[in-house]
C-alpha cells in the first residue's frame, strides 16, 4: 500500500502515540477555540472555500452524506443548508471537537437529520455502497494512512457516488508562495499560542501542508484508489484545493 511523506507528520515528535492518536490528542486540546481560529486565520474566507466544495455535490443532489473528520460539524451544518440531504452522518477521532459539533447541530435543531460518531477515516463502520456523496474538509492531512483513508471512502460510496475533498495546498506564484509560507510558519502558531495555548497545533499544520501529495500528485492518487471522473480546482491563489472524484 502506497505511503507518503505526510504519513509521518506528527503534532508530538517525542511522543510514543501514533499518529491517529496524537492528532486525536491535539484536536481535543484545541477543540474550544478551533471555529474562532478557523475565521480568525484565514479572515473568514475559509466558510466560502467550504461552500464551494459542498457546490460541488449540487447536481448529484445526495440523499445520504457521510462527512469525514467532521470536527464541529461545519461541513455537516453547512451540507445540509445548501443541499437538503437526508441523512448525514459525520465522523471523527476527537471527541472534544464531537462534542462542540453535538451542541451546534442541537442549536440548529438537526438532530434527526445529522448525526455524529466517533469514527476512523481508515476504518469506516458503514458498510459497502452505503452512502451517495463524501466529504472531508481539511481532514486527509491527517489520515494516518492517505491511501488507505482513500479507499475507505470509495469502498462506502455508492456507485455513481462522488468524493469532495478540501484541503490546503501551496501556492504556485513565487512572490505570493513566499508570503503563505512565512503565514503558515511564523503567523499561524503564533496565533495557535496566543488563542489556544497550543503552538504545536498550528506548528503541525503548515509540517502537514508541506509534506501533502497535492494537486497532480493527489490526484493520482485517487485514480490509483478506483476514483473516475477525477478534477482538482484551486481556491484562493493556490491556498487551497478542492479535489473531486466518482465511483
Known sequence: MLKFEHDKIVPYNESNLDKKQQVAKMFDSIAFRYDFLNRFLSAGIDIGWRKKAISQLKELGPITVL?????????????YNILRPKKIIGIDISDGMLELGRKKIENHNLQNVIKLYNGDSEKINYPDNFFDAVTVAFGARNFQNLTKGLMEMIRVLKPGGKLVVLEFSKP?????ASLYKFYMKIIAPG??????????????????VQAFPEREQFTSLMHQTGYKDIYFKPLSLGICCIYCGSK
Open 67 to 79: 462527512d469525514v473528520a467532521t470536527g464541529t460539524a461545519d461541513v455537516a451544518l453547512m451540507t
Open 191 to 208: 496565533a495557535g499560542r496566543m488563542f489556544a495555548n497550543n503552538k504545536l497545533a498550528y506548528k503541525y499544520l503548515n509540517d502537514s
Open 172 to 176: 504556485k506564484n513565487a512572490g505570493f
